[in-house]
């Protein structure tokens, strides 16, 4: 497929192609930032919108839930499933055929998983990439499920509009530890599996907590009951989802996560194109090979040499 | 503490000046890279010992028990624990208020426990920094922790020399697991819990997974059998962590590790050098501004505007 037609087949929907596109993101393939380039003019309409929660808290059901009650009210959705799986436990991406039989036949419905090939940063990188090739082909809404639950599941979500954060009732515990870096993050809390004994304590907790948070902002989290399995709740749940962009739009918040996000993906840029324009200077030059050499030596330290190096290449640029 | 009488603290290998350091580096304060810069030629010395596996596979335990052994043979020990502890799950780091009960006398025992404060990338470097600092106190071995059984922990303990990773008998789906990404990082296979049923097939399992394991080097990771518990097998393990590194120096790999990692090291400082270089003439000029709202706006796209700021930096060096 030429690279013309790849775009002209993600902007015009086709699975096929945003499929592709989305492999070509995962390969880290040097077609992909022009590629996105020509592609972000139609970019920024999606709402994104990030699930994370512990492992067991049931987010793959509720992802299939929101889907199918999304849907219904005449939306189209992607769903891109990410998976930093630990080497030792790997990751089944079972949730994710799961949901591709309910949706299968669904061409609104466009599902894809994610996983780490290689470094973390990389991860983080392209699930953003993918989400905007997704939003590039038009659905109106991009669900970013998280499937483990760690410090790099958080900051995937953290490019989500709303992020949910998913809970299940039970050991008091949790709170405890949710407290730490979640609280920040969560734009609408989900107590999931309701059914079980405990949810509404669970409910009270929550709430008791978001009482003493520090917060500079107007929206304060609600905190939803649902049962995936089913469907209580989840109509509910949209209502607040949309109520929560609604908020982003009025308050202005919206303008400003633009703003912001612009401005790091510029620097992101920037700072990649630089270090790769230096690099291109600097490897295989007798010099370079011999600072390294004299820094695995201990001769001299790597900090002094950087400076020594930059200050040459940026000389260097006059000519 | 003024700075000269940090370094020197921490060259004569005192406790409370050392753990000063790695305070001031998991802060991320400014005065880290000259303190570093001037430690760097009292490097290199220390044998950089990871330990890795699932959770519950005794790694404390072992570490424990590595500990009592290593000093046996007349050797000092810094050991860093790393925790990038989920945000849902918290991180008791136990294990490490353990070891500090056994080995609290030892003077010669350095213990130190390391989180995430904020983005993953910054834990593998902050790590880094500290086995440095413990490195240029004079310890002979430093043992290198993680709690999880992450990607992340992963990329932590590839700074080790040797790696060692656990695993416990049982569940043979664990092997499948295994294999995806830690076959390549292991060094030494170590079948913890031996005395529980399957401990021989376990190690049978791993061996028969290395027999058909595509391999450049000449070391073949030998599989071990500890027990935590009892300290049987600890001694033999040792002896095969200093055949690696025996192994490591007749074979020149250590050299080239060395090299590679000065060069890695040196590509990071100047990546952030020259980043912050060009985000300090950038930052706050109405022109950078500007841009951030046209990529916002979906105007132009970021690609684009970077490569026009980049070369505008470049041409601007000539003044």
Redesign the interface.
Known sequence: MSEDKLIEGVLSGKRRALARLISLIEDEDSSV??I???L?????KAHIIGVT??PGSGKSTLVTRLTTELRSRGLTIGIICVD???????GALLGDRIRMQEHALDKEVFVRSMG?RG???GLARSTSDAVRAVDAAGKDIVLVETV?????E??VVEIAHTVLVTDVPGSGD?I???K???MEIADIFVVNKADLPGADKKVTEINAMLDIAPTSDKWRPPVMKTNGRTGEGISELVDEIQEHMAYLKSSGVL?HK??Q???D???Q???Y???R???TKLQGTPEFDQ???R??R??????????R??TK???S??E
Chains 1, 2 share one sequence.
């Open positions: 930032s022009r996105l380039a020509k972000y003019r139609h970019t920024g929660g512990p930093p799986s630990s080497p030792f436990t790997g780490t470094h973390l940063g483990g639950a760690g410090q790099s958080v900051e949790d405890q530890a949710i730490a870096g979640i303008e633009g703003l996000r612009s401005k993906e510029l620097e840029i920037m700072e194109k630089l270090t324009e230096l690099m600072a390294i050499k820094i695995a201990r001769d001299v330290d790597p900090y002094t040499i950087a400076e190096l930059i290449f940026l000389a640029c006059r």
